[in-house]
Nanobody, 126 residues
């Protein structure tokens, strides 16, 4: 069974940190990423990890967030630091099963991802 399951979301104060995890099972994915969606807004790419492990970020989280992957355990992580209220959103793990798309393009193209988790809520209060 193909499954992506996120965990680690929580409510924190501004300036705090969280680590999100996405446990993947049932497939060997290539490119993976984290997206987020705030109420009333479109889903937004946050970070992509390429199949060679290279990370890519949107400008607003670059330097604060770190995407990584434990290939042995099939877990995708998003370490988030210096969280701000504007980071409040439902965070989703996403994965592609095959092929390669330029990772910076993937940040803007959630439709290129074949598999999604259910999401984990991150709430940052000021």
């Amino acid at each position: 069974q193909v499954q992506l399951m996120e965990s680690g979301g929580d409510s924190v104060q501004a300036g705090g940190s969280l680590r999100l995890s996405c446990t993947a099972s049932g497939w060997s994915w290539s490119q993976m990423g984290w997206f987020r969606q705030a109420p009333g807004k479109e889903r937004e790419g946050v970070a992509i990890i390429d199949d060679d492990g290279a990370p890519y970020y949107i400008d607003s989280v670059n330097g604060r967030f770190t995407i990584s992957k434990d290939n042995a355990k099939n877990i995708l992580y998003l370490q988030m630091a210096e969280l701000q209220p504007e980071d409040t959103a439902m965070y989703y793990c996403a994965a592609r099963r095959a092929g390669w798309v330029p990772p910076r393009s993937l940040l803007r193209r959630p439709e290129d991802f074949s598999d999604w988790g259910q999401g984990t809520q991150v709430t940052v209060s000021s």
